[in-house]
């Protein structure tokens, strides 16, 4: 199993990144996909949860109508369209891959950084 995030980097206040999520080693349809992030100091937070099918997303309210979460399940991806970025929103990115049945299935990628500085 494995979930590579990448397209994390430096930008100022205001600006915008899009990170993505690779998948690989497991059923991605059938897994609930979600963005987290942990801040210097600060807990792992929920960014962004999208269900199997894409059909419904939910997000932190910090985020709320500046991050859109998506996934494509043809390619095995999901993403966060990230704008109107603030300082605040300066953390590790993590992208996450859940599914429940007789057992809970949970996997992470590694994280990628995110800096939002002038």
């Known amino acids: 199993v494995q979930l590579v995030e990448s397209g994390g980097g430096l930008v100022q206040p205001g600006g915008s990144l899009r990170l993505s999520c690779a998948a690989s080693?497991?059923?991605?349809?059938?897994?609930?996909m979600s963005w987290h992030r942990q801040a210097p100091g600060k807990e792992r937070e929920l960014v962004a949860s999208?269900?199997?099918?894409?059909?419904?997303?939910n997000y932190a309210d910090s985020v709320k109508g500046r991050f859109t979460a998506s996934r494509d399940n043809g390619k095995n991806m999901v993403y966060l369209q990230m704008s109107s970025l603030k300082p605040e929103d300066t953390a590790v990115y993590y992208c996450?891959?859940?599914?429940?049945?007789?057992?809970?299935?949970?996997?992470w990628g590694q994280g990628t950084q995110v800096t939002v500085s002038s």
């Open positions: 996450n891959a859940r599914a429940t049945g007789i057992r809970v299935y949970d996997y």
């Open positions: 999208i269900s199997t099918s894409g059909g419904s997303i």
């Open positions: 080693g497991f059923a991605f349809s059938r897994y609930v």
